[in-house]
């Protein structure tokens, strides 16, 4: 599940149409960690989140500029670093207490006025394995609803209550999961967008049957289903 923070967008004109401009001052690394509760999220008991991914997705508005063409450096007392950006264009930052402290700044070679979108993405951690329990690969659901209520504040009012999962698969080739359930195995069949969409079942939560992933899923995150 996704949430839109309007905190960090930006316009203005588009240079050029294909190459990226110079490298620019962006948005301070204190506004971009807090903005996105990035600091509330890791300042949590780890047990209370060993099963989350707090990510940032960025999307530049722009289709000739691919995410993975955007660069992030954070500029600091000691030296340069640059954020990582996979090919889909999320982001995994835990926040680094020296650089808030001394109120580092991230810069970007996206041309100045250009717009770029950032979602706060609720993921979840992907099984290392094929096989797992039903209580393992739902864990998320319960941890992200009893983390957001501890640390959301008065921003829980706006959010969901997660009651799912869902799956994303690299590319849809009729991916399965099957919950071998003691009246019988139920299987999923991914979507044409290669997801599957899994809520949580009181009942199998309480049995724990064993889960059969036919394929690694590429992401996985709550929802709201």
């Not at 706060?120 to 797992?132: E, N, Q």
């Not at 609803?145 to 799956?167: S, V």
């Not at 080739?173 to 079942?201: F, H, N, S």
Request: glycine share 6%; charged share 25%.
């Amino acid at each position: 599940m996704k949430k839109s923070l309007l905190l960090l967008s930006f316009l203005a004109t588009l240079v050029s149409s294909s190459a990226l401009a110079e490298e620019r001052e962006w948005v301070s690394y204190k506004k971009f960690i807090e903005s996105f509760y990035l600091d509330k999220f890791y300042s949590a008991q780890p047990q209370s989140r060993d099963h989350l991914r707090l990510l940032v997705k960025l999307q530049p508005e722009n289709k000739a500029i691919k995410a993975s063409d955007v660069v992030l450096t954070v500029a600091h007392g000691g030296g340069r670093d640059r954020l990582a950006i996979d090919p889909e264009g999320f982001l995994e930052v835990e926040p680094n207490a020296a650089w808030l402290r001394e109120e580092a700044m991230i810069y970007t070679n996206l041309p100045k006025g250009e717009k770029v979108h950032l979602d706060a993405w609720f993921a979840s951690r992907t099984p290392d394995k094929l096989d797992l329990s039903y209580a393992d690969l739902m864990a998320s659901v319960p941890q992200w609803n009893a983390l957001l209520k501890e640390k959301a504040g008065m921003l829980r009012f706006m959010l969901p209550t997660f009651n799912g999962i869902d799956i994303h698969f690299a590319k849809p080739a009729g991916q399965t999961l099957q919950v071998m359930a003691k009246g019988g195995a139920r299987t999923y069949t991914a979507d044409a967008r290669g997801e599957i969409k899994l809520k949580l079942d009181d009942a199998l939560m309480q049995g724990n049957p064993e889960v059969l992933l036919s394929e690694k899923p590429s992401m996985m995150e709550v929802d709201e289903i």
